[in-house]
């Protein structure tokens, strides 16, 4: 039996160009980016797009995991929602799916606090799923929250997404949900919470 792979993380400043495009082709295997980011305004391929709106802005906070090789294995994305607000995007999806954004980025600010730890993005590559490392990336971020003195970790998930049954496992529980992309993609997001008082984990 081969023996499981070592992991260790490492700070998103510090990620390589194979990492940088994985982290952005992931985010599709999360949401429905894919579809949002067709037709965008500056005509760039979708990895391209993600990785220039979603990923080399939010650098610093992100913790990427990776094998004993240098492997990329996974990340996440996850700051108060303040130092996350701070962070300059662009508005380049085409028209309907910008208004979506532009909904859902309401939706966060009216059920999440300034302080409140968000976890803008949370995966883990395909062949190194089944290894414990979503509890690892998890655990690391609940770590990083308390540190900053955050009340609650917060974040958003898709109904049909399986990664819903695995936050519930670890304490968060719905807070709202968020139905206007119901009529683009038969789907909702239920945003989530995990007070820190106490022993979560």
């Not at 414990?132 to 929250?145: E, I, K, P, S, Y």
Request: glycine residues 6%; contains cysteine.
């Amino acid at each position: 039996m081969t023996p499981s792979p070592h992991y260790t993380f490492a700070a998103g400043a510090d990620a390589g160009e194979d990492a940088l495009r994985r982290m952005a082709a992931l985010l599709f295997s999360t949401s429905y980016l894919e579809y949002g980011s067709a037709a965008n305004k500056l005509g760039l391929p979708c990895v391209d797009l993600q990785r220039r709106l979603n990923v080399e802005p939010f650098l610093p906070h992100i913790r990427v995991l990776a094998a004993e090789d240098g492997r990329f294995a996974g990340f996440c994305t996850a700051g108060t929602m303040r130092s996350l607000a701070a962070v300059a995007t662009e508005r380049v999806y085409r028209d309907e799916v910008q208004a979506l954004d532009d909904a859902y980025e309401a939706f966060v600010a009216r059920h999440a606090r300034p302080d409140d730890w968000f976890v803008a993005s949370l995966a883990v590559e395909p062949r190194d799923r089944g290894r414990g490392l979503f509890r690892r990336l998890f655990d690391d971020t609940l770590a990083r929250a308390r540190r900053a003195g955050s009340p609650r970790v917060v974040l958003a998930v898709w109904e049909s997404n399986s990664a819903l049954a695995l936050y519930r496992l670890r304490g968060m529980r719905t807070v709202a949900r968020f139905d206007e992309a119901w009529r683009l993609h038969f789907d909702r997001l239920q945003l989530l919470e995990l007070p820190l008082e106490g022993d979560h984990t």
